[in-house]
T-cell receptor, first 117, second 112 residues
Framework: EPEVTQTPSHQVTQMGQEVILRCVPI?????FYWYRQILGQKVEFLVS????????KSEIFDDQFSVERPDGSNFTLKIRSTKLEDSAMYFC???????????????FGEGSRLTVL | GENVEQHPSTLSVQEGDSAVIKCTYS??????FPWYKQELGKRPQLIID?????GEKKDQRIAVTLNKTAKHFSLHITETQPEDSAVYFC???????????FGPGTSLSVIP
């Protein structure tokens, strides 16, 4: 069964450094997402991406964050100048299109745990 | 924007009993309501979903009901088993917007 894959599974970085989290969505999916989950808390929407551009973003997704689909398969989240509070699990997800819109059925990767020291 | 509330935050049941988790949403335009199960250290996994054109959906021991007028939806798990222990998240989407918003989660413990 096709899966969303994410790398790295765990990254430790110093405060102020830049990190790039990578995702390979399921191949026939067209909608891509990043979510964040601070330990023990809710799954928070960061950004959605469709047709090579951001379609929605949350208040969390400020200028510190950016997303990119540099080729036909990878979808990346870049976090510039990391802060302690950026420590969290970051989940990538993808979904299929429905009848002209998004089906909403998210398939999640296993997550990338980011630890900022 | 959409806001999803979820109750209770923790739920403990005896094995074999039923569990009910309730959610409310704020955006009347939302039309897709999934439920996710997240085991400790794992990714959220879709267990059941319902779209706004139906009021109830069942899959074996799991059922979901939707009341669009009241903007409520609920997850019902019957004959609970220890492996049902996990955190359950409800969520809502208005499919014209690419933004699935999650509730805060319910930690379900099934006691053998």
């Amino acid at each position: 069964e096709p899966e969303v894959t994410q790398t790295p599974s765990h990254q430790v970085t110093q405060m102020g450094q830049e990190v790039i989290l990578r995702c390979v969505p399921i191949s026939n999916h067209l909608y891509f997402y990043w979510y964040r989950q601070i330990l023990g808390q809710k799954v928070e929407f960061l950004v959605s991406f469709y047709n090579n551009e951001i379609s929605e973003k949350s208040e969390i997704f400020d200028d510190q964050f950016s997303v990119e689909r540099p080729d036909g398969s990878n979808f990346t989240l870049k976090i510039r100048s990391t802060k302690l509070e950026d420590s969290a699990m970051y989940f990538c997800a993808s979904s299929l299109p429905g009848q002209g819109t998004n089906t909403g059925e998210l398939f999640f990767g296993e997550g990338s745990r980011l630890t900022v020291l | 924007g959409e806001n999803v509330e979820q109750h209770p935050s923790t739920l403990s049941v005896q094995e074999g009993d039923s569990a009910v988790i309730k959610c409310t949403y704020s955006d009347s335009a939302s039309n897709y309501f999934p439920w996710y199960k997240q085991e400790l250290g794992k990714r959220p996994q879709l267990i059941i979903d319902i779209r706004s054109n139906v009021g109830e959906k069942k899959d074996q021991r799991i059922a979901v009901t939707l009341n669009k007028t009241a903007k409520h939806f609920s997850l019902h798990i019957t004959e609970t088993q220890p492996e049902d222990s996990a955190v359950y998240f409800c969520a809502a989407l208005e499919t014209s917007y690419d933004k699935v918003i999650f509730g805060p989660g319910t930690s379900l413990s099934v006691i053998p």
